[in-house]
């Protein structure tokens, strides 16, 4: 096995070797605890982009890379795969960390001891859920980030952060009961839980075990669903993103991907190696319920005053969006709504960090004056930072916030040049040209939500922006410091990259969706078995 082989497992060894450094050091040196943790953070985006580097130069099918713990057999043991799926999660979860990591070296990381062990557990159960190759340890993981999450989303202090939480909390737990039952049903129906050897036996099954495994994979479906936010088992997450800090938001903005993730790669594998390039699993549900999901979310859009409940539909809007397409059943709509996830998550990241900025100058009579504003409950919760330690009030701020405001409304709404509207084209040009007879029904359904959800957001974006940029009070002139400015300056530009870049990128794109319809690939690539090593010689030569 060679030093890149070794890389698979890299992304979770690594934090949770971090993870386990700062608990030792038990929050007596901050600086310490940041140190470590922006160098793991900053050595996982370089291993992300070596295993999507090396994904990227094989063909589809054929850039899978595997890691057996134990060289054990597949079929047995517990095996790790990267192909192009993965190490594009990979670098999206480790960009996105880099930014929330180093935003929050302001103010944020200050307030609590754990903050920077709980972001690194957070990162090993993200890379884990991306790279395991069964069932069962994708739930491990899942419980790994999950815990993970608790600690983070109830981060600091504040009543409304307290209540959102615990609501957050609740409904995973019951999520996670949820995901055995599934799991244990697909078991006792297929004899296994590896999802390569899932994909090969699921050909196999006699019409009881098939019911059985898909009454299993629809139990699932519910658990990956909830972690997606589709309506109506996502009315926790606008409340509790909102609720939250802003990194910890900003990270956030990829949990509801390892749902999509999830979704993608099962639903793909179950359709079975004899069913290449077929309808995925559930399509007409997830078309459905991601089309409701994208109705509720720009309803929850219009009826939002507050900043940080709009980043929060924002995010179910983007789920939303994803699911619909996905459920489409066309693998020619899989590369485009690929593309769209990044440029979407890279977006909302970025919002979340900036609304926390724009925020800060905005004083208690702003609120009182939009007569429709909320009440969150947020009144008296002491923020880090407030004592007026939190920057230097850097000239011209007020414009450059607006610009980056501008930048990120552009994006969400999928307006012209940039990458939202790139994606957005992409997926309604492959729904509408996909038919010789016509455009279909489900491209119609899309290219109405997805016209109309643009709209609602551009709306909902510029009447925040009036608000808080152009209101009648003259609004103080925050405190920013460049740590806090750069991390939203970088997410920004990796979106003007990807709609400059955006043809080879989505060459990438549909080469990862030729990776999923290509099962046969999958299978064989994982269950390939190890190759012994050669025996010693034996003294005194062969008898």
């Not at 057999?73 to 190490?87: E, H, K, N, T």
């Not at 960390?97 to 903050?115: E, I, K, N």
């Not at 608790?150 to 949820?178: E, F, K, M, P, Q």
């Not at 549900?285 to 309803?299: C, P, R, S």
């Amino acid at each position: 096995m060679t030093f890149a082989d070794h890389l698979v497992i890299a992304p979770i060894v690594l934090p949770t070797v971090a993870a386990g450094l700062m608990l030792m050091l038990d929050g007596r040196s901050r600086n310490a605890l940041a140190a470590i943790n922006l160098i793991s953070t900053f050595a996982l985006l370089a291993i992300a982009i070596t295993l999507a580097a090396t994904a990227a130069s094989g063909e589809p099918g054929t850039a899978i890379r595997t890691y057996r713990l134990g060289d054990w057999p597949a079929q047995f043991g517990i095996v790790l795969v990267s192909d192009r799926l993965s190490s594009l999660m990979l670098v999206l979860t480790a960009t996105l960390a880099c930014a929330a990591l180093v935003f929050s070296l302001a103010r944020w990381h200050g307030v609590g001891p754990y903050f920077h062990p709980f972001f690194q557990f957070l990162l090993m159960g993200l890379n884990g859920a991306f790279l395991t190759g069964d069932v069962f340890n994708l739930f491990v993981f899942f419980e790994v980030l999950l815990a993970a999450s608790y600690g983070l989303a109830l981060y600091g202090s504040g009543y409304a952060r307290v209540r959102a939480g615990l609501h957050y909390i609740a409904i995973n737990l019951v999520a996670s009961l949820i995901f055995l039952i599934g799991a244990s049903l697909i078991y006792g129906s297929a004899g296994t839980l590896n999802m390569a050897d899932l994909a090969v036996r699921v050909a196999e099954l006699g019409p009881r075990d098939r019911a059985l495994l898909e009454a299993g994979a629809s139990i699932l479906g519910v658990v990956f669903l909830v972690k997606a936010a589709m309506w109506p088992l996502g009315f926790w997450l606008p409340g509790t993103y909102a609720a939250a800090g802003a990194p910890v938001a900003a990270l956030f903005a990829i949990m509801t991907k390892v749902g999509i993730y999830a979704v993608l790669r099962l639903g793909s594998i179950l359709t079975g190696p004899e069913t290449e390039g077929s309808v995925m699993f559930g399509a007409g549900w997830l078309t459905a319920g991601g089309a409701a999901t994208i109705v509720f979310a720009m309803l929850g859009l219009l009826a939002s005053q507050e900043l940080g409940k709009l980043a929060g539909y924002a995010v179910v809007i983007s789920s939303g969006t994803l699911l619909a397409v996905i459920g489409a059943g066309d693998p020619a709509l899989v590369g485009p709504a690929l593309f769209y996830l990044v440029s979407s998550t890279l977006a909302i990241s970025a919002f979340f960090l900036l609304i926390e900025l724009v925020e800060r100058g905005r004083t208690r009579v702003d609120d009182v004056l939009a007569v429709t504003l909320e009440a969150y409950g947020l009144e008296g919760e002491e923020e880090p930072g407030e004592d007026g330690d939190s920057g230097i009030a850097v000239p011209a701020i007020l414009a450059v916030l607006g610009v980056a405001f501008v930048l990120c409304g552009v994006l969400l709404a999928g307006l012209p040049p940039l990458s939202g509207f790139v994606a957005k084209f992409a997926i309604l040009a492959a729904a509408i040209g996909r038919g010789e007879a016509g455009v279909s029904p489900d491209a119609w359904l899309l290219l109405v939500v997805l016209l109309l959800s643009g709209f609602v957001t551009l709306f909902a974006v510029v009447r925040g922006g009036m608000r808080s940029f152009w209101g009648p009070i003259e609004r103080e002139v925050p405190h920013v410091r460049i740590v806090e400015l750069a991390p939203i300056a970088a997410l920004l530009f990796l979106c003007v990259v990807l709609t400059v870049k955006a043809e080879p990128a989505m060459r990438f794109m549909q080469a990862t969706a030729a990776d999923l319809r290509g099962s046969k690939a999958y299978s064989g690539a994982v269950l390939a078995e190890p190759v012994p090593p050669p025996a010693p010689p034996r003294e005194g030569g062969s008898r």
